[in-house]
Every structure is written in structure tokens, then in C-alpha cells.
């Protein structure tokens, strides 16, 4: 009994002693972008659909050779995947697009003139790799009917071997999808 006592003392002394490492939160920005257009649009941004896989609050990444997928458990986006591009997106358009009203749905009944959706395929994202974004997007009328519709995918590099480094990477393929998003409006 005393053993047993002795080791319950020192499992709780350990217990308490452990402490997982400190989460990291991430976040994507919209600084230093270049404008399209001077046009006056108003746009609503829906929801972006993503994978299960990615539907979850940690990153991410894929091995390059053995495609094995890894989900870093103490490295979190600040909100949930869907919202985080979806207020990339909008905020992209918003620099690029500076004289439009830009605005992030919440709802898929709520719309403006120019409705963005977005549907992620697939992110492969590879440290000290590069990060390929693979999207079906559309852009439709406030009566719902589809204007135009792309498949893309967007690349860019991880310039270091790091979690910053990873996290850039991605905003800069968000960028190029929401360039390519604002370039098409402007010719609408």
C-alpha cells in the first residue's frame, strides 16, 4: 500500500510538473498590394469551402516524398481555415480593388451585385518546399447565375525552413488567387 501510495505521489508530482509546449497562432495579412482597378464594384466574398482535412485549427503540411500528411499540433491558425481566407480574400480585394465595397458574407443567402466563391481543392503545403493552392472559383450576379468560372492553381516557394516561412508562402498563393479573382472583375 505504501508503494502504491509513493507511486501515485510521484505521478502527480510529474503530472504536474509537464507542461505541453506553448501553441502558436497564425494569422494571413493583405499589406503591400498593388491595385487593379479604380472600378466601383460591390462585392460579396461567401464562405470558402474547404477540405476536412484542412477544416481544422492546425497546419498542415505534406512530406514531399512519401506525400505523408502531418498536422503540427502546437501550430494553429487564429481562427478557423474557412474564415481565415475567406478574410484574406476580402481583404485582398479590398486593396486591390480600393474604390469597390468589399465585404466578407456570412451567409450564403447574403449577397451583393458580385458574389465570390471559392472552393479549395487541395493546399500542398512542403517546407523548404513550395506551396501549390488548388481551386475551383466563381464569380456570379446577385440573381446567382454564374458569370464566370476557373480551376487554378497558384504556386509559390518557402523561401526558408520554417513555420513563417510556410505561412508566407501560403499568403502569397491566397494573393495570386485573389489577384486573379480582382483582374477578372475588372474586365467585367
Known sequence: MKKFLIYALILMISACCWRSPDSSFYMMDSRNLEKVSDKKLNIAVQPVNVPDLLDRPQ??????NSRQINMLEFTRWGESFPSVLQSTITNDLIAYLPNSYVKSARYDTETLTYNIKVEINKIEAVQNGKV?????????????????RRQATYETVVENNDIASLIKAENMAVHLLSRDIAE?????
Open 59 to 64: 497546419l498542415v503540411t505534406y512530406d514531399a
Open 132 to 148: 501549390r493552392l488548388s481551386v475551383w472559383w466563381n464569380i456570379a450576379g446577385a440573381d446567382g447565375y454564374v458569370l464566370k
Open 184 to 188: 477578372t472583375l475588372n474586365k467585367m
